[in-house]
């Protein structure tokens, strides 16, 4: 229910479903820049599906390389980019314990088609190039996208 009918990476790695080799993380404490190669989280392509920055013992920001795929709502703007998002593990089932961080200044939103019925507006929350996002003292950049998105992940 919502603008994507897919799993987040996130839900996909605590299933089992994204086995270890396709995750990167790293710890923000450690970090001052870092490019990441993201390969789609719905792909066949090889290469990592999510990248993980714990920010505390209970919070981490989470990205992952979206495509449009069969189980996608349709928009006038093709849903392909970076999902950035944070994970809060004080909130559980029935809470926002993931939240999307998108882009500053995105507020227009589209009306969206989902199983050929007309559904709500929404906002594009997805990174594409060029665009960057800020949170918890990292700077996120989708600096090129293709089959792949690069990214680089920055602290000040």
């Known amino acids: ?30 970090l001052k820049s870092i490019e990441i190669t993201l390969a789609p989280l719905s792909g066949t392509e090889p290469g ?9 013992t209970t919070k981490a920001l989470l990205v992952e390389s979206r495509r449009v795929t069969k189980f996608s709502c349709t928009t006038p703007t093709p849903r392909n980019g970076v999902l950035v998002y944070v994970l809060d593990l004080t909130l559980g ?31 594009d929350i997805l990174l594409h190039e060029g665009d960057k996002v800020s949170y918890g003292g990292l700077t996120i950049e989708l600096y090129k996208s293709s089959n792949l998105d690069k990214i680089i992940v920055t602290k000040p």
Do not use: M
């Not at 009918?5 to 990167?24: A, I, M, N, Q």
């Not at 990592?48 to 505390?56: D, E, H, N, T, V």
């Not at 999307?100 to 929404?122: I, K």
């Open 1 to 30: 229910d919502g603008p994507s009918l897919e799993l987040s990476g996130w839900l996909r790695f605590l299933t089992g479903w994204l086995p270890d080799e396709k995750v990167y993380c790293k710890d923000s404490q450690n």
């Open 48 to 56: 990592i599906k999510l990248a993980i920055f714990p920010l505390s």
């Open 93 to 123: 089932h029935g809470q926002d314990f993931l939240v999307p961080v998108s882009p500053p200044n995105r507020n227009t939103t589209e009306r969206s088609s989902c199983n050929g019925f007309l559904s709500y507006s929404s906002l």
